[in-house]
């Protein structure tokens, strides 16, 4: 069975730019998120989508993060524009979304983003 | 006072030895755990979840204690390759959709 793809890897850009990451989930997995890791801390939630429906944005920050999932499947995470503080490791992870007992997560690789 | 928190560590123990780490939540009406590994530089990946009645998967034990709010993780006969961050999961259902909150994380390295 495939992974959580993401792309690109690697990401370095000047504050004030614009950048996009892309996650494609397991197949079949209803749900997806991204998360935001700081190096040090724990996986933040940005965005929680179910199929394609928002479930949780309360932590993104909406005045610079989008993301979009438009048809139930694969889903873009932009920046626009990027300060110094958004530095850090976008992970996307998926899971079944049966949520009875709480699904498993599968993480991707994640997108490692510098911002200069 | 964070939801979920964590000794950040790191703990380093020598090959054989038996660590564990504690996990504290805040919310009382959480309703699931985990405990993810995450090397470094890679994704976090799942360990084990952790049930009421407690559980064992190998040399790795969780434990759940509801009335102190913290679970646990053993880990017996420590490895090289137990060289990790121990992230803390714990999934808060909220207005009917689950919400998974992680720890800041545990690193261990376990030494020869």
């Known amino acids: 069975e495939a992974g959580v793809a993401q792309s690109p890897r690697y990401k370095i850009i000047e504050k004030r730019q614009s950048v996009a990451f892309w996650c494609n989930p397991i197949s079949g997995h209803a749900t997806l998120y991204w998360y935001q890791q700081i190096l040090g801390q724990g996986p933040k939630l940005l965005i929680q989508f179910q199929n394609n429906g928002v479930v949780d944005d309360s932590q993104l920050p909406k005045d610079r993060f989008s993301a979009e999932r438009l048809k139930g499947v694969d889903s873009t995470l932009k920046i626009q524009p990027a300060k110094l503080e958004d530095s850090a490791v976008y992970l996307c992870?998926?899971?079944?979304?049966?949520?009875?007992?709480?699904?498993?997560?599968?993480f991707g690789p994640g997108t490692r983003l510098t911002v200069l | 006072r964070k939801e979920v928190e964590q000794d950040p560590g790191p703990f380093n123990v020598p090959e054989g030895a038996t660590v564990a780490f504690n996990c504290t939540y805040s919310?009382?009406?959480?309703?699931?755990f985990f405990w993810y590994r995450q090397d470094c530089r890679k994704e976090p990946k799942l360990l084990m979840s952790v049930y009421s009645s407690g559980n064992e998967d190998g040399r790795f034990t969780a434990q759940l204690n509801r009335a102190s709010q913290y679970i646990s993780l053993l880990i017996r006969d420590s490895k090289l390759s137990d060289s990790a961050t121990y992230l803390c999961?714990?999934?808060?259902?909220?207005?009917?959709?689950?919400?998974?909150?992680f720890g800041t994380g545990t690193r261990l390295k376990v030494l020869a």
């Open positions: 992870a998926s899971s079944p979304g049966r949520q009875r007992v709480g699904d498993t997560q599968y």
């Open positions: 999961v714990v999934i808060l259902v909220t207005s009917g959709t689950y919400k998974y909150i």
């Open positions: 919310n009382s009406a959480s309703q699931s």
